[in-house]
């Protein structure tokens, strides 16, 4: 799967995107991230293992924590994709426009 694709995997998870949101504040800790789910230990534990092999986020040991870290340049593929898609779709609707209104001068 190509990175873009694993990104976008990645983001498809509600429960990740809320990590992920969580983390645009500022790095936490494991249980930081945890503690607003009401799901297991181990569940948060693969999604934050799923978002590093995203290169979403990435995790430190401080002592006995674990703290977690966006990685901004994980979201930069993403965000760049779709700002390609969003001017294309806005010309091509400008396009659209300019026919119709062409149409309504006849």
């Given at each position: 799967m190509d990175q873009l694709s694993t990104v976008f995997s990645a983001l498809a998870d509600p429960t990740r995107r809320a990590i992920?949101?969580?983390?645009?504040?500022?790095?936490?800790?494991v249980g930081e991230?945890?503690?607003?789910?009401?799901?297991?230990?181990?569940a948060i534990s693969r999604h934050i293992k799923v978002l590093e092999q995203a290169d979403l986020i990435e995790r430190?040991?401080?002592a006995q924590w674990r703290r977690c870290r966006l990685k901004e340049e994980g979201l930069e593929a993403a965000s760049d994709?779709?700002?390609?898609?969003?001017?294309?779709w806005l010309a091509s609707f400008e396009r659209l426009n300019k026919l119709l209104m062409q149409g309504d001068d006849k």
């Amino acid at each position: 799967m190509d990175q873009l694709s694993t990104v976008f995997s990645a983001l498809a998870d509600p429960t990740r995107r809320a990590i992920i949101a969580r983390l645009c504040e500022g790095d936490a800790t494991v249980g930081e991230l945890a503690q607003p789910f009401d799901i297991s230990a181990p569940a948060i534990s693969r999604h934050i293992k799923v978002l590093e092999q995203a290169d979403l986020i990435e995790r430190t040991t401080e002592a006995q924590w674990r703290r977690c870290r966006l990685k901004e340049e994980g979201l930069e593929a993403a965000s760049d994709w779709l700002e390609e898609q969003r001017e294309f779709w806005l010309a091509s609707f400008e396009r659209l426009n300019k026919l119709l209104m062409q149409g309504d001068d006849k």
